[in-house]
């Protein structure tokens, strides 16, 4: 049983593409949260929602709590945004996490 | 500096070896996790703790034990490590003030973890 589960598993999209990349969760949450994760292995955090829409430069991420689901969305997508994108869900106690969506963007 | 460190960052070991992977962090954070990560599988929840006196196993703790040497340091021991556990680890540290918006989790660099 997957808590998280996000979709595409795999994207490839042309430079200045707007991506997006969705996330569907079934347990109770107090947060949702976006990761990046760099060719190289580490890890970073993109966003964290409790509701509504955040923006941060390009990248826009937005969650549905009555739907249980949350877009992340790429505009004008560039090479360095190629990337796996991880949804993660906070219950309150413990996180679980999507498998993760890799995104190539080429030039 | 990192605020969250791990060593080794790249560790190959034999089956039945006794491994231990270190997590320290300069953030102040409450709580700590160590997760591993393997393709296709997403990470996966290990151990947590969210003081130095409260230790949680996670979704899969067999093989695996623990110890929160203090509020800064984290450590994650394979007893006898076996193949299947060649994997990407993960420690990751986390504040919480009781608001669900402060909750991010800060990711140490990972261990890779080999073993034959």
């Known amino acids: 049983k997957n808590e998280v589960e996000q979709s595409p598993q795999n994207l490839t999209a042309q430079e200045g593409e707007f991506i997006t990349i969705n996330c569907s969760y079934s347990?109770?949450?107090?947060?949702l949260h976006w990761l990046q994760q760099h060719p190289g292995g580490g890890i970073v955090s993109l966003f964290m929602?409790?509701?509504g829409k955040k923006k941060h430069g390009r990248l826009i991420a937005t969650i549905n709590i009555q739907e249980k689901h949350s877009s992340l969305h790429i505009t004008a997508s560039h090479p360095r945004d190629s990337a796996v994108y991880i949804c993660a869900v906070d219950t309150g106690n413990q996180f679980y996490f999507g498998t993760g969506t890799s995104l190539t963007v080429i030039p | 500096d990192a605020d969250v460190t791990q060593t080794p960052r790249n560790r190959i070991t034999k089956t039945g070896k006794r491994i231990m992977l270190e997590c320290s962090q300069t953030k102040g954070h409450d709580r700590m996790y160590w997760y591993r990560q393997d393709p296709g599988l997403g990470l996966r929840l290990i151990y947590y703790?969210?003081?130095?006196?409260?230790?949680n196993k996670g979704e899969i703790s067999d093989g695996y034990s623990v110890s929160r040497q203090a509020q800064a340091k984290f450590s994650l021991s394979l007893e006898s490590a076996i193949p299947n556990q060649t994997a990407l680890y993960f420690c990751a540290t986390s504040d919480h003030n009781g608001v669900a918006a402060y909750n991010e989790q800060f990711f140490g660099p990972g261990t890779r973890l080999t073993v034959l």
């Open positions: 347990v109770g949450i107090s947060a």
């Open positions: 703790s969210f003081d130095v006196k409260d230790i």
């Open positions: 929602l409790s509701s």
